[in-house]
């Protein structure tokens, strides 16, 4: 049996965490979001794939909900004194993880192999792959024109109103080695999409040619779990943008945006309501909002059992 | 009036701090090897470029006696941790100069005005030129092959026997902009040889095509401070270096090193007897060994009397 969880950021880390608690790091792919890639500092930055590797190793930064425990931020403070940019917080030991990504990708190793060597590093053995070795990267477009993901994400905090979003380079990227493997898999038992941003964090990866038809041909069940919880976002901007979209908030608007490859759908228990809605798939209320390792792993455990009974 | 000087790394950052006590920022230009440069942690490092700049801004850290005040090294540890290499002391305000560099080269930017830009954010406002703004690498010939500069010097910790020494690249450099301006300069008073390392930090400089004949042709006499005290080096391997190449350990074999273009030579007080021999330039015996600012200031001042008795 194997399966395989598409994931953003720190929601996402969250439940990946949960399911390594739950199976044999054999049995487990994750598929991440590139999308938010970018260059700072001269140097190659995968915010969700360092997210990923900080949560499961237990390096991350509790308290913040981002970056590295017992953080220094010296090499930043004196960057900005010669006159670079700060708007991006880098501490100096998640500095190392960029620079060695950045050192490694500049001898020609493709990031697939960089993040296992990087995940190897800190003790984390389960296979992570970056949904593409190639660039692609999320671009917003806003009111004022359009921005890179993380100047709107980060330097803008999300404040321009999103009239849309494209991923600049995904007709031309390849899914990374392994990405097609797993999702092709006849031990496949499940998909899982965790609740990252749909729009931000989940749709690149589904923008990378051939993945989404992958989910939609995939013989084993998909299944989501709602980032959206009592119509709001538990962390970031994903109601904020559907409301600039015009898309309804709730979280049968995230099931209907995997319509087409979904076989099934976790939303919260404070949406319990929402289950007598007509869907056209199974769905199950579970607490989704992921405060202990427990909660972690119950919600991992919930759609370990939903997978079983699809 | 206007003032050259010619400097390497710790030994002649001191004599150059010297200068700046007892000059106008105007009538000051260091022209600096950028022989030891090279790339680590994919990262553009210019160990004695950065020495000046922390030494005249007073960011150098006094006790190691290199690097920076007030240093941390969380990076260098967790990029350690990643299976980087971490023989290269790399502290994390260092860090941030080179990460600014390497960005800026990145883009485009020459190495004399990323010097520049670097230097004048910490208030450093005197003219620091790089010798050159191309790629000249020094490398060391020993017994066992060819090592990188930093390889031997940092790495194998200046144990190999060295056979010779040669600086790639060195044919097809051209001076940094500035540099031939400086030694042309109708009002240059004088031009100094500070007491770096004649074989390693001087030499480099002196094999950028052009600059070597520029003090030959120099109306303005040239003196040198002799890094050879009682026969031993203050600092560093020069008389390691002079032994293996089957020199004679003394100040003298320093001098001779640059006689055809040296007007005048500054040996150490302990080396007064050298006086009496008879050698083809003035010379005079002053305290060279800078422990204090004060030694380092009257150090420059014996330099600037010499210049004007010449």
Same mark, same amino acid.
């Not at 017992?70 to 700060?86: I, K, R, V």
């Not at 729009?199 to 990378?208: E, M, R, T």
């Not at 779990?225 to 709001?232: D, K, Y």
């Given at each position: 049996?194997?399966?395989?969880?598409?994931?953003?950021?720190?929601?996402?880390?969250?439940?990946?965490?949960?399911?390594?608690?739950?199976?044999?790091? @054999?049995?487990?792919?994750?598929?991440? &979001?590139?999308? @938010? @890639?970018? $260059?700072?500092?001269?140097?190659?930055?995968?915010?969700?794939?360092?997210?990923?590797?900080?949560?499961?190793?237990?390096?991350?930064?509790?308290?913040?909900?981002?970056?590295?425990?017992?953080?220094?931020?010296?090499?930043?403070?004196?960057?900005?004194?010669?006159?670079?940019?700060?708007?991006?917080?880098?501490?100096? $030991?998640?500095?190392?993880?960029?620079?060695?990504?950045?050192?490694?990708?500049?001898?020609?190793?493709?990031?697939?192999?960089?993040?296992?060597? !990087? &995940?190897?590093?800190?003790?984390?053995?389960?296979?992570?792959?970056?949904?593409?070795?190639?660039?692609?990267?999320?671009?917003?477009?806003?009111?004022?024109?359009?921005?890179?993901?993380?100047?709107?994400?980060?330097?803008?905090?999300?404040?321009?109103?999103?009239?849309?979003? $494209?991923?600049?380079?995904?007709?031309?990227?390849?899914?990374?080695?392994?990405?097609?493997?797993?999702?092709?898999?006849?031990? !496949?038992?499940?998909?899982?999409?965790?609740?990252? &941003?749909?729009?931000?964090?989940?749709?690149?990866?589904?923008?990378?040619?051939?993945?989404?038809?992958?989910?939609?041909?995939?013989?084993?069940?998909?299944?989501?779990?709602?980032?959206?919880?009592?119509?709001?976002?538990?962390?970031?901007?994903?109601?904020?943008?559907?409301?600039?979209?015009?898309?309804?908030?709730?979280?049968?608007?995230?099931?209907?945006?995997?319509?087409?490859?979904?076989?099934?759908?976790?939303? @919260?228990?404070?949406?319990?309501?929402?289950?007598?809605?007509? !869907?056209?798939?199974?769905?199950?209320?579970?607490?989704?909002?992921? $405060?202990?390792?427990?909660?972690?792993?119950?919600?991992?455990?919930?759609?370990?059992?939903?997978?079983?009974?699809?």
């Amino acid at each position: 049996m194997s399966y395989v969880a598409l994931t953003g950021g720190v929601g996402g880390a969250k439940l990946a965490l949960g399911l390594t608690h739950l199976l044999p790091a @054999d049995e487990l792919t994750f598929i991440v &979001n590139t999308g @938010d @890639d970018f $260059r700072h500092l001269g140097l190659h930055v995968s915010p969700d794939l360092d997210t990923l590797m900080y949560t499961l190793s237990g390096l991350s930064n509790e308290e913040t909900g981002w970056g590295r425990r017992g953080e220094s931020w010296n090499c930043l403070e004196s960057y900005g004194a010669l006159g670079g940019e700060t708007w991006f917080n880098l501490g100096d $030991r998640d500095l190392a993880v960029h620079l060695r990504r950045s050192e490694l990708l500049q001898q020609g190793v493709p990031l697939h192999e960089v993040t296992r060597r !990087l &995940n190897s590093a800190v003790g984390v053995d389960v296979r992570i792959l970056p949904m593409t070795d190639d660039a692609v990267a999320t671009r917003v477009l806003c009111e004022t024109g359009e921005l890179a993901f993380q100047h709107y994400f980060v330097r803008k905090r999300c404040e321009p109103v999103v009239s849309g979003i $494209r991923f600049d380079g995904a007709e031309t990227a390849q899914c990374a080695p392994g990405v097609m493997e797993a999702l092709h898999d006849p031990a !496949l038992a499940g998909v899982l999409i965790c609740p990252s &941003n749909p729009y931000l964090s989940v749709d690149p990866i589904l923008a990378v040619p051939g993945l989404r038809q992958a989910l939609v041909d995939c013989a084993a069940p998909v299944i989501a779990v709602s980032p959206v919880v009592g119509g709001e976002a538990i962390k970031g901007p994903t109601t904020k943008i559907m409301a600039e979209l015009g898309l309804p908030l709730t979280a049968l608007t995230v099931a209907e945006h995997y319509a087409d490859f979904l076989d099934g759908f976790i939303i @919260d228990l404070c949406d319990e309501g929402l289950l007598a809605q007509s !869907l056209s798939m199974p769905m199950v209320a579970a607490q989704s909002v992921m $405060r202990t390792l427990d909660d972690k792993v119950q919600l991992a455990q919930t759609a370990l059992a939903f997978f079983e009974r699809l």
